[in-house]
């Protein structure tokens, strides 16, 4: 079992920053792979960046590509979200999740992760 827990969210003014946090704790002596996702009300789930057991960021998403950096601690078990240049059609929820099963990876996709935190709500003012 592994719990998330996102912090940072909140209200930013576009063209500004916010980073989120998502602190791991539970069978976090495994190594694992760990995925940002975010979600906007009225549209799907979406991707937006993961990080590999090896602190390797294989995959991002174009929507966010140069401007999202995500990073790892593992002294603290911790994921980073770093988020520069916010624009109005990032607001969402953004949500982390670990995978367990293939911490080599940092998989895309929601199905490849086990557990996920509650969420942090972001939000961009024009």
């Known amino acids: 079992q592994v719990s998330l827990v996102e912090s940072g969210g909140g209200l930013v003014q576009a063209g500004g920053s916010l980073r989120l946090s998502c602190a791991a704790s539970?069978?976090?002596?495994?190594?694992?792979?760990m995925g940002w996702f975010r979600q906007a009300p009225g549209k799907e789930r979406e991707f937006v960046r993961a990080i590999n057991a090896r602190g390797i960021t294989i995959n991002y998403s174009d929507s966010v590509k140069g401007r999202f950096t995500i990073s790892k601690d593992n002294a603290k078990n911790t994921v980073y979200l770093q988020m520069d240049s916010l624009k109005p059609e990032d607001p969402a929820v953004y949500y982390c999740?670990?995978?367990?099963?293939?911490?080599?990876?940092?998989?895309?996709?929601?199905?490849?992760?086990?557990?996920w935190g509650l969420g942090a709500q972001v939000t961009v003012s024009s």
């Open positions: 999740a670990v995978d367990l099963a293939r911490p080599w990876v940092a998989g895309v996709a929601g199905n490849d992760y086990d557990y």
């Open positions: 539970g069978r976090t002596y495994r190594p694992y792979a």
